[in-house]
């Protein structure tokens, strides 16, 4: 019996679980696997993400220090500018405020989580999936 753990997913709550789960399935060249009323699963290149629909979800505020965001997504990209028209065209909104925009880029997908576009080396998948 081995007692590692391993993250198996990311869950988000969201107002559409199926609506979010196309649009990350679109923006990662990801696949739809599971599509339910209320629950819905992408499986991505490096991972899996799942989607819960909640009723009067409320999206997190950025930037915003009354209205802590308790997580964010990361993603590493070749190309910054290639991959903000992916994820414009397919309905994210791209933040005003950018803290840190010599390495990442935040938008906020079309439920509100917020999310960054990273070319920082330090976030490089190795070819296994795994982060150096």
């Known amino acids: 019996m081995s007692d590692s753990i391993r993250l198996a997913s990311v869950t988000l709550d969201c107002p559409d ?17 599971n599509l339910g009323e209320h629950w819905a ?6 991972g899996r993400m799942d989607f819960q629909t909640v ?3 409320t999206p997190p505020t950025w930037p915003d220090p009354t ?8 993603f590493y990209v070749d ?15 791209k933040y005003a ?3 840190n925009s010599g390495q990442c880029y935040v938008y906020a997908d079309p439920a509100g989580h917020p999310f960054c576009l990273t070319t920082w080396e330090d976030m490089r998948p190795e070819p ?3 982060i150096d």
Do not use: K, W
């Open 55 to 57: 009723p009067d979800y």
């Open 17 to 33: 679980a199926g609506r979010l789960a196309a649009f990350y399935a679109e923006i990662t060249g990801g696949t739809v696997t």
């Open 128 to 130: 296994d999936g795994s």
């Open 97 to 99: 405020f950018q803290p």
């Open 79 to 93: 190309d910054r500018a290639v991959a903000e028209e992916r994820v414009l065209t397919a309905g994210a909104t």
């Open 41 to 46: 699963t992408v499986v991505c290149p490096n």
């Open 67 to 74: 209205s802590p965001i308790m997580m964010h997504l990361d």
